[in-house]
């Protein structure tokens, strides 16, 4: 199956689902980057568009025998932050996964139907995921630095993508974007393990961005992290969507209501059951179960 490709370095990182956001050094040198996807427009980063950025049609995702995801259809617009919300076990990591072929990591997992990135299906047999995955960041639940300094974790998928040019004024600015080279400007040869759980989760982002990303895909960033440390990043995820298309994972309804410009409501089964103005969901939600789920009746 085409979407199994994958390299050696990948197939280590399974277990904790964690990889690395631009995993397999030896294979990048080797590959392209071109995935056979019109580049980015972002002349005015200021100007906020409903261009449709990701688009899955009618994906069904399944892990074995079993179905995660059922026939989800949506259009995620560019530059705008969307959230996904629902219970857990709804299927929500699994659509994250799908948008950058993260599943494909998961051996038993097998993907049905489409999902575009910017007009071309990530599907195709001729796109590379690991190209994909350089257009399509992660960031993660617990943060994961690397056990190296934190220019380090930065410059790193800089340095194995041969970007590694003007690198000092790369990795200062993706620091300054994730909102943390202030509170370690003195420091970037310690080690990024030595930051705090809210101050790693930032370096997780800076590291995401340093390759300048069109997408950033987040599943539950903030849950680990104390109500200071959330707010940080909420703040952040807000910069970050004047420049990049958000997708969140979040449990808490009142950061998606706060964040988010599209709430896409997840419910058992793996359907997608409503997705809307993100006001549209919380003020007015056409579906009565989603009314009960975000009034906390179940879930
Ligand atoms: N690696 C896997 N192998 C087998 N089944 C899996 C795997 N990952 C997820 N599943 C199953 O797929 C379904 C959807 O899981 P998923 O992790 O996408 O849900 P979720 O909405 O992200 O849940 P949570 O809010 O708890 O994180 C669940 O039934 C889960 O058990
Ligand atoms: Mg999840």
Same mark, same amino acid.
């Given at each position: 199956?085409?979407?199994?490709?994958?390299?050696?370095?990948?197939?280590?990182?399974?277990?904790?689902?964690?990889?690395?956001?631009?995993?397999?050094?030896?294979?990048?040198?080797?590959?392209?980057?071109?995935?056979?996807?019109?580049?980015?427009?972002?002349?005015?980063?200021?100007?906020?568009?409903?261009?449709?950025?990701?688009?899955?049609?009618?994906?069904?995702? !399944?892990?074995?025998?079993?179905?995660?995801?059922?026939?989800?259809?949506?259009?995620?617009?560019?530059?705008?932050?969307?959230?996904?919300?629902?219970?857990?076990?709804?299927?929500?990591?699994?659509?994250?996964?799908?948008?950058?072929?993260?599943?494909?990591?998961?051996?038993?997992?097998?993907?049905?139907?489409?999902?575009?990135?910017?007009?071309?299906?990530?599907?195709?047999?001729?796109?590379?995921?690991?190209?994909?995955?350089?257009?399509?960041?992660?960031?993660?639940?617990?943060?994961?630095?690397?056990? &190296?300094?934190? !220019?380090?974790?930065?410059?790193?998928?800089?340095?194995?993508?041969?970007?590694?040019?003007?690198?000092?004024?790369?990795?200062?600015?993706?620091?300054?974007?994730?909102?943390?080279?202030?509170?370690?400007?003195?420091?970037?040869?310690?080690?990024?393990?030595?930051?705090?759980?809210?101050?790693?989760?930032?370096?997780?982002?800076?590291?995401?961005?340093?390759?300048?990303?069109?997408?950033?895909?987040?599943?539950?960033?903030?849950?680990?992290?104390?109500?200071?440390?959330?707010? &940080?990043?909420?703040?952040?995820?807000?910069?970050?969507?004047?420049? !990049?298309?958000?997708?969140?994972?979040?449990?808490?309804?009142?950061?998606?209501?706060?964040?988010?410009?599209?709430?896409?409501?997840?419910?058992?089964?793996?359907?997608?059951?409503?997705?809307?103005?993100?006001?549209?969901?919380?003020?007015?939600?056409?579906?009565?179960?989603?009314?009960?789920?975000?009034?906390?009746?179940?879930?």
């Amino acid at each position: 199956m085409t979407n199994k490709q994958m390299t050696s370095s990948e197939t280590e990182q399974t277990d904790d689902q964690q990889p690395n956001p631009t995993p397999g050094t030896d294979s990048l040198a080797d590959r392209g980057t071109d995935i056979g996807v019109e580049t980015s427009s972002r002349d005015d980063p200021a100007t906020v568009t409903d261009r449709t950025i990701i688009e899955s049609r009618d994906l069904d995702v !399944y892990y074995g025998d079993d179905q995660a995801l059922n026939g989800i259809s949506m259009e995620i617009p560019e530059q705008q932050v969307t959230a996904l919300i629902g219970p857990s076990g709804c299927g929500k990591s699994t659509f994250l996964r799908s948008i950058n072929r993260m599943n494909d990591l998961i051996d038993i997992a097998r993907v049905d139907g489409e999902l575009f990135f910017r007009e071309k299906n990530v599907y195709d047999d001729d796109v590379d995921p690991v190209a994909l995955r350089r257009r399509i960041g992660m960031v993660f639940q617990s943060p994961n630095p690397f056990p &190296k300094s934190i !220019y380090d974790n930065v410059a790193y998928g800089l340095r194995v993508q041969g970007q590694d040019d003007n690198l000092d004024e790369k990795v200062h600015t993706a620091l300054e974007r994730a909102a943390l080279l202030d509170e370690v400007e003195d420091q970037l040869d310690s080690s990024g393990l030595d930051l705090s759980g809210g101050q790693q989760q930032r370096l997780c982002i800076a590291r995401a961005i340093a390759p300048d990303p069109e997408v950033i895909l987040m599943d539950e960033p903030a849950s680990a992290l104390d109500p200071v440390a959330t707010s &940080k990043i909420e703040d952040l995820i807000e910069d970050l969507a004047e420049e !990049y298309t958000v997708i969140i994972v979040t449990h808490n309804m009142q950061q998606a209501a706060r964040i988010s410009d599209k709430t896409a409501v997840f419910l058992t089964g793996g359907n997608l059951v409503e997705f809307d103005d993100t006001t549209k969901i919380f003020e007015n939600p056409e579906s009565d179960r989603v009314e009960d789920y975000i009034t906390g009746k179940f879930g």
